[in-house]
């Protein structure tokens, strides 16, 4: 089992950056495919990147492709989503997921393929 949780989120205005870590607990955090999610008020939680074990394949959500990077240090037990050129239609709970992954370069990109998820972060873009 593990334990997410994300930290880094806040009020930034348009056109500015955030870094949202999520740190992992447990000692097996290079066997989880990671991915961010994302929940507006009165929307559905949406995906927005996913990243495979070892951080070699990732994956993005067209309204986010270009701007926003996950990455991941297996070494720190932390995946990182850095969001640049923010817009007022980023302002979400971002969320991190873990799914339990037995190999390969693969990622995921479906909320109810992960097996555990931290407890989100707020990101507020101002206009």
């Known amino acids: 089992q593990v334990q997410l949780v994300e930290s880094g989120g806040g009020l930034v205005q348009a056109g500015g950056s955030l870094r949202l870590p999520c740190a992992a607990s447990?000692?097996?955090?290079?066997?989880?495919?990671m991915g961010w999610f994302r929940q507006a008020p009165g929307k559905e939680r949406e995906f927005v990147a996913a990243?495979?074990?070892?951080?070699?394949?990732?994956y993005y959500a067209d309204s986010v492709k270009g701007r926003f990077t996950i990455s991941r240090d297996n070494a720190k037990n932390t995946v990182y989503l850095l969001m640049n050129s923010l817009k007022p239609e980023d302002t979400a709970v971002y969320y991190c997921?873990?799914?339990?992954?037995?190999?390969?370069?693969?990622?995921?990109?479906?909320?109810?393929?992960?097996?555990?998820w931290g407890q989100g972060t707020q990101v507020t873009v101002s206009s």
């Open positions: 997921a873990a799914k339990v992954t037995p190999g390969g370069s693969y990622f995921y990109t479906t909320a109810p393929e992960y097996d555990y």
């Open positions: 447990g000692r097996t955090f290079s066997s989880y495919a």
């Open positions: 990243i495979s074990l070892s951080g070699g394949s990732t």
